[in-house]
Nanobody
Framework: QVQLVESGGGLVQAGDSLRLSCTAS????????MAWFRQAPGKGREFVSG?????RYADSVEGRFTISRETAKNTVYLQMNSLKPEDTATYYC???????????????????WGQGTQVTVSS
């Protein structure tokens, strides 16, 4: 079993930056593919970024967001720069018990989920 805890969300203005963190516990973190998804009010869940041995980004965040991991701390980060009001959402961390291959962009491929952290970007 894997437990995921997100942190780092908040209220910022357009153009600002935030860094989200997701700390995993319970299993060997290094073998997992990790990802960030988001869900805005009234909308479906959306893939944001994932990391295994490679990284993957949604077109909407490419060039603005950067995903990284610190294995020693069992933590994955999402550095979000040049935030826009349309980035407003609850952001969820997800883990998949397969550490290779391109990170899937479907939530159904992930086995574990965090509780989410709110990001609000004002215009």
């Amino acid at each position: 079993q894997v437990q995921l805890v997100e942190s780092g969300g908040g209220l910022v203005q357009a153009g600002d930056s935030l860094r989200l963190s997701c700390t995993a516990s319970g299993r060997t973190f290094i073998t997992y593919t990790m990802a960030w998804f988001r869900q805005a009010p009234g909308k479906g869940r959306e893939f944001v970024s994932g990391i295994s041995r490679s990284t993957r980004y949604a077109d909407s965040v490419e060039g603005r967001f950067t995903i990284s991991r610190e294995t020693a701390k069992n933590t994955v980060y999402l550095q979000m720069n040049s935030l826009k009001p349309e980035d407003t959402a609850t952001y969820y961390c997800a883990a998949r018990g397969v550490g290779w291959g391109t990170p899937p962009n479907s939530g159904d491929a992930y086995d574990y989920w965090g509780q989410g952290t709110q990001v609000t970007v004002s215009s």
